[in-house]
């Protein structure tokens, strides 16, 4: 056991009791500021997304009654209807040659089946001549 003076025991948890204060405080400091610098950041990104579209439909809003927009606009998606037909042609030409490899690979399979049967059949007589 270890005897203290009168008073020195509550002295000594006083002193913890301060120091552990000052621990703690300094950390709900640090964790404050660590949320406060990722609200300012989402807020910073939400600014810069809002001027870039009030930026854009200012620009959209000066352009939209002039006639090469107005054509543009209408001439854009049969652009991509024709991007689709030329895309849907390469996939099925794509297809049809892999029709044809697959066609050839599987002759092949079928010539080594046939080659391979042959050679057992003549392995078999060999070992019967044996």
């Known amino acids: 056991q270890v005897l203290f003076r009168t008073g020195g025991l509550a002295r000594l948890e006083e002193q913890r009791d301060a120091v552990l204060a000052g621990t703690i405080t300094r950390l709900q400091a640090q964790a404050r500021g660590v949320l406060a610098r990722r609200r300012l ?4 990104v939400q600014e810069t997304a809002i001027l870039c579209i009030q930026k854009n439909v200012r620009k959209f809003m000066g352009v939209r009654e002039w006639p090469w927009w107005r054509l543009l606009v209408r001439l854009t998606p049969l ?22 490899r697959l066609e050839k690979v599987e002759k092949d399979k079928n010539n080594l089946q046939q080659s391979n049967d042959k050679l057992e059949g003549r392995l078999s007589e060999v070992v019967a001549d044996l």
């Open 41 to 44: 950041q989402k807020r910073k």
């Open 79 to 100: 652009l991509n209807v024709h991007r689709t037909e030329h895309q849907l042609k390469e996939a099925k030409t794509e297809l049809e040659v892999l029709k044809a």
